[in-house]
């Protein structure tokens, strides 16, 4: 479970600049399971998914905050490895479990945390894994959200700001009729966790065609 953290990072940040960038806008329609995703080919990663059909999932990059694919005027934004805080990548595929992260949270995660929680950033708390949870160096931050399910993300934390990664921390969501989306983010915007969430979310709904 570590691992698929830790070779993510190294894997999104030494491929990055190997990736087919493209500034095409042209939409591709693409079916996954019960879903339909109408998404430009700009910000669909790889140029094998750019293209109309069914699909077992979507692999995309954004800019943050702006929520765009590859532009001119974004190109530096894709270029440069050496700011992974200013990309979020989404996978979008269908949903094999009736829970997403924060569904998790309760019945799975909490069992799982050791000791007390430590304040972390923007309201959110820090919960380090037993030895025996199978997460290794990995930890959770949590928050409440009144009414709505807890959030939960779970990150590995750089030793600085300047290792930091594309894919330190990564979540889960449900989105559509039967999708999940899990997104990768450097751990320099977990101040941003809700506006980040917020913003994936209605970017998938944005992109469901009627």
């Known amino acids: 479970m570590t691992a698929s953290i830790s070779v993510a990072g190294r894997w999104y940040g030494e491929n990055l600049a ?8 042209e939409n591709n329609d693409i079916f996954i399971g019960q879903d339909h995703l109408r998404l430009s080919s700009n910000v669909i990663r790889f140029e094998e998914q750019r293209r109309t059909g069914a699909a077992e999932r979507a692999d995309l990059y954004l800019t943050w905050p702006g929520m765009q694919g ?6 530096t934004l894709f270029n440069n490895v050496n700011h992974p805080e200013s990309l979020i990548f989404l996978q979008v ?3 094999t479990m009736s829970r997403d992260m924060s569904g998790r949270l ?9 000791g ?3 304040p972390g950033p923007a309201g959110l708390q820090r919960h ?3 030895e025996s949870s199978g997460y290794g160096e ?5 928050a409440d959200r009144g009414g709505d399910t807890p959030y939960a993300v779970r990150c590995i934390l750089p030793e600085t700001p300047a290792t930091s990664t594309s894919a330190d921390c990564q979540r889960d969501i449900h989105a559509g009729h039967d999708l999940v989306v899990l997104y990768r983010f450097s751990s320099q915007l977990l101040p941003h966790w809700q506006a980040i969430d917020t913003a994936v979310l209605n970017y998938v709904n944005s992109k469901l065609a009627p």
Not at 18 to 25: C, E, R, V, Y
Not at 70 to 75: A, H, L, P, S, V
Not at 106 to 114: A, G, K, R, S
Not at 138 to 142: A, D, K, L, P, R
């Open 70 to 75: 590859y532009t001119d005027g974004t190109r």
């Open 18 to 25: 190997l990736a087919g960038h493209t500034t095409s806008t």
């Open 138 to 142: 990995e930890v959770f931050f949590t």
């Open 128 to 130: 380090a894994m037993k």
């Open 93 to 95: 595929s269908q949903s």
């Open 116 to 118: 007390t929680a430590l």
């Open 106 to 114: 309760e019945p799975i995660y909490q069992h799982l945390f050791d």
